[in-house]
């Protein structure tokens, strides 16, 4: 599928012109607290020339043959960015936690950690994350470390996703 740069993009947004669209693909989840698992998800970034990026993002456990299960996480935000590649985000997730983010944007890559994070009484306990997407080979890929319930930060997702 071509992708077009459109002609209204924020020009602080040019380094993240690329997460524009909709991807889909699959991926990989482990944890110490919980069974390894697999994903299918379905990432939207949208924009309307203002300096940022709407975010959505939902997906859906699936079995060994790729069906799905059951649905699973849904989140959604903004991608904010600023002057010379520095990028704010902030999240809310149906699982009771709203997070800010920090990081930088260059060369196909965005990597950010989370500043501070709020949460409901009956969320359970998060601590923080670690997120890196880049564009490898025309596709998005991203690594999603977390520490979560008394453990430390380390890897929780990983997945490929085709535009689409």
């Not at 991807?23 to 390894?36: L, M, Q, S, V």
Request: hydrophobic fraction near 35%; include cysteine; glycine fraction near 12%.
């Amino acid at each position: 599928m071509a992708f077009h740069i459109p002609e209204n993009l924020h020009a602080d947004c040019g380094p993240i012109a690329w997460m524009l669209g909709t991807w889909r693909g699959n991926g990989h989840g482990d944890y110490p607290t919980i069974d390894k698992f697999e994903y299918g998800q379905e990432l939207i970034f949208q924009q309307d020339g203002r300096p940022f990026f709407h975010y959505m993002a939902r997906s859906w456990i699936v079995d060994e043959n790729g069906e799905k299960v059951r649905d699973a996480a849904q989140e959604t935000g903004f991608l904010r960015c600023r002057p010379g590649g520095k990028v704010e985000m902030t999240l809310t997730h149906m699982t009771g936690f709203v997070e800010i983010w920090y990081g930088d944007a260059a060369d196909g890559k965005v990597e950010l950690v989370t500043d501070a994070v709020a949460r409901t009484e009956s969320a359970k306990e998060y601590a923080g994350g670690k997120r890196l997407y880049g564009n490898v080979e025309g596709d998005l890929l991203y690594a999603y470390d977390m520490a979560a319930m008394g453990q430390e930060l380390q890897p929780h997702l990983w997945a490929r996703l085709k535009r689409g």
